[in-house]
């Protein structure tokens, strides 16, 4: 199994990725089961050897190569001959930043693989949604919380993007801890499905914009 991730998107690739870990091991496992290489400094036998290591309890091991638009020619080589007959144990996930079908490695191996692209709109939306929330704005907040469940935008993904706002602003770490242990209780109430993703999101806009 092979996927290809393209796009500069790095926090939904980031999202994604902890979503993929979880569907074949566990954080305690995660250690055994999952390794990163960046495309520059990766050398053949290094690929090969984690390719073909076993999983340590767990359904998969994943291997990820950041930055593969700079893979080697003797790595392109191996993983065209390679998708052909995959180890059934393991995940390959070959990180781009952008996709060009008419490069010759992209033809060869787009067939064999599973192609997922990443766009940087949905954060842009969390961002714009944030900065609602921090004018208190909770009509303006609505309106841009539906129009993303409307396009089908889950709401893992929403409040990652919040939390990634957040982390990253200038809040006092009290606002800050105070936003960031309400996004935790409404991952939980969606998680075990004490609310609706549609319903707990629109607690928590409410909570933030009118306290």
């Not at 993983?79 to 490069?103: A, G, M, Q, T």
Request: charged share 30%; hydrophobic share 40%; proline share 2%.
């Amino acid at each position: 199994m092979v996927y290809l991730f393209f796009g500069e998107d790095y926090f939904s690739k980031d999202v994604y990725l902890e979503k993929v870990k979880r569907q074949f091991f566990s954080k305690d496992v995660e250690i055994f089961n999952y390794d990163i290489f960046y495309a520059p400094e990766l050398k053949l036998p290094q690929l090969q050897e984690s390719l073909k290591r076993l999983p340590q309890k767990a359904k998969k091991r994943i291997v990820l190569i950041r930055q593969a638009d700079s893979l080697r020619e003797e790595i392109k080589s191996y993983i065209s001959s390679y998708i052909k007959d995959v180890f059934p144990s393991c995940l390959l996930i070959l990180d781009f930043r952008e996709f060009d079908y008419r490069d010759k490695f992209i033809k060869t191996v787009y067939k064999y693989v599973k192609v997922f692209h990443f766009h940087s709109k949905e954060i842009l939306d969390t961002f714009k949604l944030s900065q609602e929330i921090d004018r208190r704005r909770i009509k303006i907040a609505f309106k841009i919380l539906h129009n993303l469940l409307l396009k089908g935008i889950e709401a893992e993904m929403i409040l990652g993007g919040l939390r990634y706002c957040w982390q990253n602003s200038y809040l006092d770490s009290e606002e800050k801890k105070r936003r960031l242990f309400l996004l935790l209780d409404t991952d939980l109430n969606i998680k075990m499905g004490r609310l609706n993703p549609y319903l707990a999101l629109e607690k928590l806009l409410f909570n933030l914009c009118c306290f």
